[in-house]
Nanobody, 122 residues
């Protein structure tokens, strides 16, 4: 079970940190990712982190601005978002998968948290 939090309203150029809390001792067995869905658009991949936290992969649209991290001791994954733009406005979801490699499609993830809304004003 995943629980996302940390969304809110921020001005363009600002920062937010999203958190996703997992449960159970199996958290470390899952690669984790963040996806987002803007109004009227399909859900899209944002970032993924490996089970150990040693590897991360980002969508081109957020590379250099967002950082995904995890703390397996706390069963948590984070998304630090800097230099936010109005086009980053979306509901952000965390998700878990056992698929190896670099899964970036939402159908490859089988555990999802509820979304947290991020609104970036211009």
């Amino acid at each position: 079970q995943l629980q996302a939090s940390g969304g809110g309203l921020v001005q363009a150029g600002g920062s937010l940190r999203l958190s996703c809390a997992g449960s159970g001792r199996t958290f470390r067995n899952y690669a984790m990712a963040w996806f987002r869905q803007a109004p009227g658009k399909e859900r899209e991949f944002v970032a993924r982190i490996s089970r150990s936290g040693a590897g991360a992969y980002y969508a081109d649209s957020v590379k250099g601005r967002f950082t995904i991290s995890r703390d397996n001791g706390k069963s948590a994954v984070y998304l630090q978002m800097n230099s936010l733009k109005p086009e980053d406005t979306a509901v952000y979801y965390c998700a878990a998968t056992t698929v190896v490699g670099t899964p970036t499609q939402d159908y490859q993830y089988h555990n999802w948290g509820q979304g947290t809304l991020v609104t970036v004003s211009s």
